[in-house]
């Protein structure tokens, strides 16, 4: 079992920075994805930023050339490095992993067909303007 534990959400004015960790305890596979998704109560989760065990990366169009998403293996840890906010990026985010995953364009990762999804609790961001 994977649990995944959230931390660096705050409150910053526009054009600021946030760092977001997400400290996964147990074991993944050869072959998971992590990911980033801003999730509003009673909505669809919404992509932002996903890597997977390969290292590749995949971003939401709006966050290209803001955020950075990296992992430590070492640490078990998933970051997103996230420059130059706007209000528009505020809401609560979740960190999420796909064991097996895949990645899709647009910072989705995807657990596959026979794969197992883990979330975590979740961390606030807000812009101020």
């Known amino acids: 079992q994977v649990q995944l534990m959230e931390s660096g959400g705050g409150s910053v004015q526009a054009g600021g920075s946030l760092t977001l960790s997400c400290a996964a305890s147990?074991?993944?596979?050869?072959?998971?994805?992590m990911g980033w998704y801003r999730r509003f109560p009673g909505t669809t989760p919404s992509a932002v930023a996903a890597?997977?065990?390969?290292?590749?990366?995949v971003y939401k169009d709006s966050v290209k050339g803001r955020f950075i998403i990296t992992k430590d293996n070492t640490k078990n840890t998933l970051v997103l490095q996230m420059n130059d906010l706007n209000p528009e990026d505020s809401g609560p985010y979740y960190c999420?992993?796909?064991?097996?995953?895949?990645?899709?364009?647009?910072?989705?990762?995807?657990?596959?067909?026979?794969?197992?999804?883990?979330w975590g609790s979740g961390t606030l961001v807000t812009v101020s303007s």
């Open positions: 999420f992993a796909g064991d097996p995953g895949v990645l899709q364009s647009g910072g989705a990762c995807h657990a596959r067909k026979s794969g197992r999804e883990y």
């Open positions: 147990g074991q993944l596979s050869r072959n998971y994805c």
């Open positions: 890597v997977d065990s390969d290292g590749n990366t």
